[in-house]
């Protein structure tokens, strides 16, 4: 049986070289260009992917063979039938971008940004680490979005998108 | 990169089988490693990826918790134990790089991550005797800002960048270890080795050793404790200096107390003198900045860090004097 693992719903065979990162099978080998290298070390969150459809993670610290059987989703995978992720369509409705190249890293990063607050996890900027529920805030969306940098500055775009698409959700 | 071979370790007793006899090097969420094996920094032959290994956090009936080295920063940062009872390793996890980094790294790596100094990383444009032993040291005259304060030597004064580590010492954590010859525990504080004359040897575990757990031991006063980190930006960004702090005060007399720094030295810093120079005595703002001093006396400050110094001084007194206030429903005496 080959070793694969699930790229946006289809099984795809392992690299066979161990060096190949998650992001340079999606780009080069399956040309899924959505997902972008920014820095390739790990600073700027342009190649956050979704494991499991919520646990976000950078793909270029990522070797590929470790995900054998997981299932990553990638900017391309996120609308349904020819519809766009609601995340997706709030970035077009608030100009949460301008060249575009972090985009597709910011929108995969709040979406785990938002299962991470569903579930509790506390962040750097949340007050009362007891408590279980956590106030979708500004701050907080700030705070957990800084892994995602875009050098255009469109941040308020971004926090704006976040905040429709998501606060109704949380609460 | 260089090439390697890649193996999943099925369990324990597989990954330390896997590792031995060859130039291995464990893999967990490689949220540094990758990058060093990029960089050429690392050059394994054989990579064992342990990232399948143990990775639940078990309270125990001695009221220690043991968390499985595999554990990822975000799991342990999240559990509710943790939060609760030893909040400041919550709050040190989450002042750690970013959301994916944290939900990637794991509990071993990221105590056994490497220095991010920049002329260390710098290999083809600067001398650095932690990447090529003997060559020398750029960084004692060059651009120092980030770099230690304590515990550095003559070659090397390169800062270990963990933020979980810093409150793992303060703890006094223990870690557990296996290799094929066998399991040993190990306190933390006593697990990485300072520079002097060999910056490259970095730990005290030896060949094919695996950090497989780490144990917290009960300590109830720390669950008032906390993890004041001072950066140059409000997130995503390595600690200027950081403090640890848990302290225990009846009757305003300090009857125990738990500091550590993080951003000064080259291994998370237990500050033994500062905690020895605190107990039994009232607690003060006084006596804090007189414990703080008996840390810091020692500090040897480069051309750009000398802040340093001032800065952990000030941040561990500040720190000291909340956790009091707070106790105390908001004043200090």
Known sequence: ?171 | MNPFTYARAADVDDAVQLAAGSQAKYLGGGTNLVDLLRETLERPTALVDVTGLPSAIEERSDGSLLIGAAATNTAVAEHHSVRTRFPMLTRAISAGASAQIRNMATVGGNILQRTRCNYFYDHAGSRCNKRSPGQGCDAIEGANRNHAILGGSPSCVATHPSDMCVALVALGAVVHLQSTRGTRTLPLTDLHRLPETSPDQETFLKPGELITAVEIPALPFASDSTYRKVRDRASYAFALISVAAAIDVKDDIIQDVRLAFGGVAPKPWRAWNAEAALKGKPATLENFCVAAEAELSDASPLRDNGFKVALTNRTMVAVLDALVREKNGGSNP
Do not use: W
Request: negative net charge; contains cysteine; proline residues 4%.
């Open chain 1, 1 to 171: 049986m080959p070793q694969t693992l699930s790229i946006n719903g289809t099984d795809v065979p392992l690299p066979d070289d161990p060096r190949v990162s998650l992001l340079d099978l999606l780009r080069d080998h399956l040309q899924l260009a959505g997902v972008k290298k920014g820095c390739n070390q790990g600073a700027c969150g342009a190649c956050t992917v979704l494991l499991d459809g919520k646990e976000r993670i950078l793909s270029c610290m990522a070797l590929a063979v470790q995900y054998e059987g997981r299932k990553v989703t990638s900017i391309e995978g996120l609308a349904a039938n020819g519809t766009l992720h609601p995340l997706q369509q709030a970035f077009i409705d608030h100009d949460g971008f301008q060249c575009g190249y972090c985009t597709p890293g910011q929108i995969c990063s709040s979406i785990g940004m938002v299962e991470e607050l569903r579930r509790g996890v506390p962040s750097h900027v949340t007050d009362d680490l007891s408590a279980e529920t956590i106030a979708f805030s500004r701050e907080e969306i700030q705070e957990r979005m800084s892994g995602n940098l875009c050098r255009c500055g469109a941040y308020n775009g971004i926090i704006a998108a976040i905040s429709e698409t998501h606060a109704k959700a949380v609460r």
